[in-house]
C-alpha cells in the first residue's frame, strides 16, 4: 500500500529552465508535507516542506504547491541548476506526535549544462 | 559532531550472520529514527526513539530486528540471522525536538549486503 507516489523516476531539464517534480498521497491523516534531496553516497538532505494549512511555500529557487482537494504536491526549481542534478524524495507526516514519515520512491532530476 | 554519523558505512555479511549498525547522532538531539531504503525505493520507517524509550517499533520487519538507545545518544541497530532480502541502505536520523515539521537531519547510511 503506496501512500505516496511519485510516478515519474525521472526527469530531465536543461539549465536555467523550470523543473517541476510531482508526489501524490493518499492518507488524509498526513497534515505536513516534506521534500528532499540526495546525492549519491550521501543521506537525503532536508530542502522545504509546508503545512496543510497552506498551498504554497517559497524558498529562495524552490516552491512547494500543495492541492488538499487532489492529494497532489509538486515542487518547482527555477531556474534549474546542474548542482540541482540528485534524486528527490517527497515525505508526508501526520497521525504521530513525533514526526515519523512516509516517503515516496523519488524521482532522478537531471539538469543538463 | 556536527552531523549525524552512522557506522560501518559498508558491511558485507553472509545469509544467517549477525550484524550490529551504529547511529551518532547529533549531541543533544532527543528523537532519532531508524529508516530502511531498498534499492529504487524511498526510505521506509523502522523505529522511532525519544531519548532511550523507543515508541514506536511498527516499521520493524521481523523479529530479528532489534534496536537500542540505552543512553539516549548513540543507537545500535542489530539485525539476527540476516537474509538475503534484509540488503539495504539503512538510515540513521535525528531532530532536536520531538514532532518537528521542519525535517530532520539524515546521516550517509550504512548499505548493508547479505551474500
Known amino acids: 500500500d503506496q501512500q505516496v507516489k511519485q510516478n515519474s523516476p525521472s526527469l530531465s531539464v536543461q539549465e536555467g529552465r523550470i523543473s517541476i517534480l510531482n508526489c501524490d498521497y493518499t492518507?488524509?491523516?498526513?497534515?505536513?508535507f516534506l521534500w528532499y534531496k540526495k546525492y549519491p553516497a550521501e543521506g537525503p538532505t532536508f530542502l522545504i516542506s509546508?503545512?496543510?494549512?497552506?498551498d504554497k511555500n517559497e524558498d529562495g529557487r524552490f516552491t512547494v504547491f500543495l492541492n488538499k482537494s487532489a492529494k497532489h504536491l509538486s515542487l518547482h526549481i527555477v531556474p534549474s541548476q546542474p548542482g540541482d542534478s540528485a534524486v528527490y524524495f517527497c515525505a508526508a507526516g501526520g497521525g504521530t506526535s513525533y514526526g515519523k514519515l512516509t516517503f515516496g520512491q523519488g524521482t532522478i532530476l537531471t539538469v543538463h549544462p | 559532531g556536527a552531523g549525524v554519523s552512522q557506522s560501518p558505512r559498508y558491511k558485507v555479511a553472509k545469509r544467517g550472520q549477525d550484524v550490529a549498525l551504529r547511529c551518532d547522532p547529533i549531541s543533544g538531539h532527543v528523537s532519532l529514527f531508524w529508516y530502511q531504503q531498498a534499492l529504487g525505493q524511498g526510505p521506509e520507517f523502522l523505529t522511532y526513539f525519544q531519548n532511550e524509550a523507543q515508541l514506536d517499533k511498527s516499521g520493524l520487519p521481523s523479529d530479528r530486528f532489534f534496536a537500542e538507545r540505552p543512553e539516549g545518544s548513540v543507537s545500535t541497530l542489530k539485525i539476527q540471522r540476516t537474509q538475503q532480502e534484509d540488503s539495504a541502505v539503512y538510515l540513521c536520523?535525528?531532530?532536536?525536538?520531538?514532532?518537528?515539521?521542519?525535517?530532520?537531519?539524515f546521516g550517509s547510511g550504512t548499505r548493508l549486503t547479505v551474500v
Open positions: 492518507n488524509s491523516m498526513f497534515d505536513y
Open positions: 509546508i503545512s496543510s494549512i497552506k
Open positions: 536520523a535525528s531532530s532536536l525536538r520531538q514532532g518537528t515539521n521542519d525535517g530532520y537531519t
